[in-house]
């Protein structure tokens, strides 16, 4: 009985593979300016300090490793049609092995235009090794840029990630803090007859509808999974399958 599952992850799913979240206490926007480093006017002002930035960013997500999480929703694919939109700028769910996820908010091993970065014909994958140099040129002769959305530029996906939610026979939100407009408002979009789940270790609020287990990640997706495989051998059972 496969079913359609949709799995929206945030920076808390790479958390556990030793990857900075940006909100928490210790997280990178208390670090770093984002007007600065996370703004299409700050890169154009300056685009070494947001190049340093990125390319530091970069090198974490290579050093990095697909934990049990990204790994356990990769192997759900077996038994299930698995579709994986993320706000993570990493690539470790692909590493993991999932094979349909959408980026919302872009990828770090990905480069593009500084004029124009939804140009099919500037958007490359460089190699998470290579670092992004001043006076490194897109087709279009602009400076390169990381391929990630900054703040106040356009989710050209918004509308195909609402599309696949509403479709959602399971809908599964892991690791995100519901602060970032608009992508939090995907969680409107789940059909009420859909079943909800929101994985998450802190006090947060919880939509009407969702089942919060309170977990991290990877502890937390394992109680999602039996949870599933408990209800399809049910309603296997009641239908007399068994």
């Not at 300016?33 to 070494?48: H, L, M, R, S």
């Not at 900054?150 to 195909?160: C, H, I, V």
């Amino acid at each position: 009985m496969r079913q359609n599952i949709v799995v929206f992850t945030g920076a808390g799913i790479s958390k556990e593979s030793g990857l900075s979240t940006f909100r928490d206490s210790d997280g990178i926007w208390t670090k770093y300016n984002p007007d600065i480093v996370a703004t299409p006017q700050g890169f154009e002002a300056d685009p070494e300090t947001a190049l340093m930035f990125y390319n530091e960013m970069r090198t974490a997500v290579a050093q990095a490793h697909p934990n049990h999480a990204h790994i356990a929703l990769a192997k759900l694919e077996r038994a299930h049609n698995v579709t994986v939109i993320t706000q993570n700028i990493d690539d470790l769910h692909e590493r993991a092995g999932s094979s349909n996820v959408l980026h919302l908010h872009g990828e770090l091993n990905k480069v593009t235009s500084s004029r124009n970065r939804l140009d099919p014909r500037c958007i490359k994958e460089l190699s998470l090794e290579s670092p992004i140099r001043l006076g490194d040129l897109a087709v279009d002769g602009s400076q390169l840029r990381p391929f990630v959305v900054m703040f106040g530029e356009y989710l050209s996906d918004m509308s195909k990630a609402v599309r696949i939610v509403k479709d959602a026979d399971i809908f599964v939100v892991i690791g995100t803090s519901l602060n970032v407009f608009p992508a939090n408002q995907l969680l409107n979009y789940a059909h009420s007859e859909t079943l909800r789940y929101i994985i998450d270790p802190n006090d947060i609020k919880v939509p009407n509808g969702y089942r919060h287990i309170k977990n991290t990640a990877t502890k937390g997706v394992d109680i999602f999974i039996n949870e599933l495989t408990t209800l399809i051998n049910n309603i296997y059972t009641n239908d007399g399958f068994d």
